[in-house]
């Protein structure tokens, strides 16, 4: 069954650091860039970061110099390393395609930051 998985959330200080894990179907990876979302209680879901198959990457302002995206094409995995955390961090992340994605969503990963 084609599927995303996400890991790597958990309960952390603010000022510390997470490092999430997806792994996503080689049919996801043909495409050419993969990204992270997030969405936080009672917010949309948004963008966080996507880098393509080139290792360009693209961040939304709030986690600049902060967040890390990285991809291993040889294992279909995408990571988000994530420092410097911040209560308004929170959320649960997904990882799916980008700009369009694709019509199915996994479970998403939890952070919680506690300040």
């Known amino acids: 069954q084609v599927q995303l998985v996400e890991s790597g959330g958990g309960l952390v200080q603010a000022g510390g650091s997470l490092r999430l894990s997806c792994v996503a179907p080689g049919s996801a990876f043909s495409i050419n860039y993969m990204a992270w979302y997030r969405q936080a209680s009672g917010k949309q879901r948004e963008l966080v970061a996507a880098?393509?198959?080139?290792?360009?990457?693209k961040y939304v302002d709030s986690v600049k110099g902060r967040f890390t995206i990285s991809r291993d094409n040889a294992k279909n995995t995408v990571y988000l390393q994530m420092n410097s955390l911040k209560p308004e961090d929170a959320a649960v992340y997904y990882c799916?395609?980008?700009?369009?994605?694709?019509?199915?969503w996994g479970k998403g990963t939890l952070v919680t930051v506690a300040s």
């Open positions: 799916n395609t980008w700009p369009g994605t694709m019509n199915y």
């Open positions: 880098i393509n198959s080139g290792g360009s990457t």
